[in-house]
């Protein structure tokens, strides 16, 4: 008697993401560190001096974190209402912060209370940054107005009033003091230089406007509001040159890492994207459990902090190849190599005889099932969740095998409701799929033509069905469309080919004769004879 053989599960190719060095830079990354924090992460910021920390605002706390720290290393309280944005300074000592009452809060890193309280908003201030020459103090408020703000003599300087909604980023100038760029809920970006009394350029983002960014040649700006990445030349007037739409949610911030060479943005709709900024092409996806509110990236791309609006702050460091060498110089032992060479050169001698030792070949459960001949357990066997989800290839494998059978209809057969929705479920899933079409469409005729004396007796049933109905005439749609655009690509390709004239020879093409032969050869008319 024959051995049962296991089925065949066939090995259908898989479309991967296609591995650049991008792919492979942005992966090198350890398994991310969460921590709870006490409310929505509305804003991150790195020191720009070494150890490089980072500040975390969340609810009414500013805490400082490490660079490989879980716990904080130093936390800011002396909040009444809702921190907002806080900020180091460029030399790391001062940390500046807006908050919900009004007031902005100027911080030693090394203290704990604040140093200077700016009063003079009337409402929440959302933004705020220092100014290049680390003297002045830049704020953004609800209130529709920005200002400056002098450290030493805490005094206004003065007071910017030209947007019409709230001010919910800005971004001073590295290179000169003078000047800062704010953006609004009114969809506006405005460039205020400090030595004149209005805003000197501009630009309609079309938004509101959640998000800027100044490349560090600063002849650049990046602007991020609603689903749209906006890139502007400021040499040029604040000419649009790039539009960027990948998010599916508003895009909440913005950062540059790789030096310049990567941008980076995050949005509600738990994605953070990284373009090119030569091509402005997605390079690398990081996906995330909730909404990201905040994202920043330490110097050299070491470490990728982003927080959440369900409180969770994720930090991923970066792998280097020094700590992986040695887990794994650690993880080897050295006996372990002479075990494993041990025998490899040994020839057997002629006289020896080899006893074999039967290997017991363990069968899956719907293998089982089959060699039992349980057409209908095997097939319930092969819908399992983790297998239909995880690996459908080995579902349609046993359809396949009980086609082969004839069996199919066998096991289709006799099914409760929850039975049957859990197969129409599997077939709505992997109608569409190229792989799986020709065997699932034979499963699918089966099951309309054993239940349809049913239909109508289940809610459930009708509603998959129909399901079902919408995604058939949806694909004969598109394969309609499509050949109609072959159909015109095909006319098109054949107008475009250039038709090449065939040179003409000498030789005659009716009876091969030479061009001069034929007209010599050519009988002559009758001519009647003349009358004299």
Not at 91 to 115: I, M, N
Request: proline fraction near 4%; hydrophobic fraction near 35%.
């Amino acid at each position: 008697m024959a051995s049962f053989k296991p089925t065949k599960i066939p090995v259908y190719p898989k479309l991967g993401e296609k591995v650049t060095q991008d792919t492979l830079y942005w992966k090198n990354y350890k398994a991310p560190v969460q921590i709870k924090e006490y409310g929505a992460v509305s804003n991150i910021d790195f020191s720009p001096v070494a150890p490089h920390n980072f500040a975390v605002t969340a609810f009414s706390r500013i805490h400082v974190y490490g660079p490989f720290s879980q716990e904080p290393v130093k936390t800011f309280t002396r909040f009444k209402d809702t921190a907002y944005c806080g900020r180091f300074r460029s030399d790391g000592q001062l940390l500046v912060a807006g908050c919900e009452d009004s007031v902005v809060r100027l911080f030693d890193v090394s203290g704990r209370v604040a140093l200077r309280m700016f009063k003079g908003h009337t409402k929440a201030v959302h933004v705020t940054d220092f100014t290049s020459d680390r003297y002045q103090i830049l704020t953004g408020s609800d209130d529709y107005t920005c200002r400056l703000w002098d450290i030493p003599n805490a005094a206004e300087l003065s007071t910017y009033r030209e947007h019409t909604d709230y001010i919910r980023c800005g971004v001073t100038s590295k290179l000169n003091r003078d000047l800062f760029i704010t953006g609004s809920y009114d969809h506006t970006l405005k460039v205020f230089d400090a030595r004149a009394e209005k805003s000197v350029m501009t630009m309609d983002h079309g938004q509101p406007v959640e998000s800027l960014l100044l490349y560090p040649s600063e002849g650049l700006l990046v602007s991020a509001g609603g689903r749209y990445v906006k890139v502007w030349d400021l040499l040029k007037g604040g000419q649009p040159l790039v539009l960027l739409k990948n998010h599916h949610k508003t895009i909440t911030c913005l950062a540059l890492g790789s030096n310049g060479e990567r941008l980076l943005s995050a949005s509600l709709d738990r994605h953070v994207k990284v373009y090119n900024t030569t091509t402005y092409k997605v390079v690398h996806n990081f996906d995330y459990a909730a909404a990201i509110l905040s994202l920043a990236l330490a110097p050299d791309d070491e470490s990728i902090v982003v927080g959440m609006t369900n409180s969770i702050l994720s930090i991923k460091h970066r792998k280097h190849t020094e700590e992986s060498k040695e887990m794994m110089s650690q993880q080897r032992r050295r006996p372990s190599y002479r075990v494993f060479v041990k025998g490899k050169n040994f020839v057997p001698k002629p006289d020896d005889y080899l006893v074999s030792k039967p290997v017991k070949e363990h069968l899956a459960k719907y293998d089982r099932e089959l060699k039992k001949f349980n057409v209908s357990k095997a097939l319930d066997a092969s819908l399992e969740i983790w297998l239909r989800k995880k690996k459908p290839e080995i579902t349609v494998g046993v359809i396949k095998e009980l086609d082969r059978r004839g069996t199919l209809k066998n096991a289709l057969a006799g099914r409760d409701e929850e039975q049957l929705s859990q197969l129409l479920h599997f077939v709505i899933g992997n109608i569409v799929d190229t792989r799986f079409a020709p065997i699932i469409l034979t499963a699918a005729e089966m099951i309309l033509d054993i239940y349809k004396s049913v239909i109508g007796q289940s809610a459930l049933i009708d509603q998959q069905l129909l399901r079902l109905q919408n995604i058939l005439e949806s694909e004969i749609n598109l394969e309609q469309e499509l050949l109609e655009v072959l159909g015109m690509l095909d006319t098109m390709f054949a107008t475009s080919v250039t038709r090449k004239e065939v040179p003409y020879s000498d030789v005659g093409r009716s009876n091969g004769l030479a061009q001069g032969e034929a007209s010599s050869s050519r009988p002559e008319l009758f001519r009647p004879p003349e009358i004299k």
